[in-house]
Nanobody, 119 residues
Framework: QVQLVESGGGLVQAGGSLRLSCAAS????????MGWFRQAPGKEREFVAA????????YYADSVKGRFTISRDNAKNTVYLQMNSLKPEDTAVYYC????????????WGQGTQVTVSS
């Protein structure tokens, strides 16, 4: 079992920055990959970014590449999403998720944190 709790969401103006955090508990954090997803109103959930168990490999959706950075601190059991140059279209509920088998299939999800970008 893995429990995930996101934090750091909020309201920001376009062009601003936010850093999301996702604290994990349960299974050994350094043994699994992590990802961030988002879901905007009326839209399906979409992939944002992923990171391997060691942090050595990262993946991004084209829509956030160059603006968002995923990272992890295995000593703190936490994964981060640094979001810069935010746009109104980044407005969504952001979820972190745990990929226990490293195949980009996510087994556990957090409850989500709202990010709202005003124009």
């Amino acid at each position: 079992q893995v429990q995930l709790v996101e934090s750091g969401g909020g309201l920001v103006q376009a062009g601003g920055s936010l850093r999301l955090s996702c604290a994990a508990s349960g299974r050994t954090f350094s043994s699994y990959a992590m990802g961030w997803f988002r879901q905007a109103p009326g839209k399906e959930r979409e992939f944002v970014a992923a990171i391997s168990w060691s942090g050595g490999s990262t993946y991004y959706a084209d829509s956030v590449k160059g603006r968002f950075t995923i990272s992890r601190d295995n000593a703190k059991n936490t994964v981060y999403l640094q979001m810069n140059s935010l746009k109104p279209e980044d407005t969504a509920v952001y979820y972190c998720a745990a990929d226990l088998n490293g195949v980009r299939a996510y087994d556990y999800w957090g409850q989500g944190t709202q990010v709202t970008v005003s124009s």
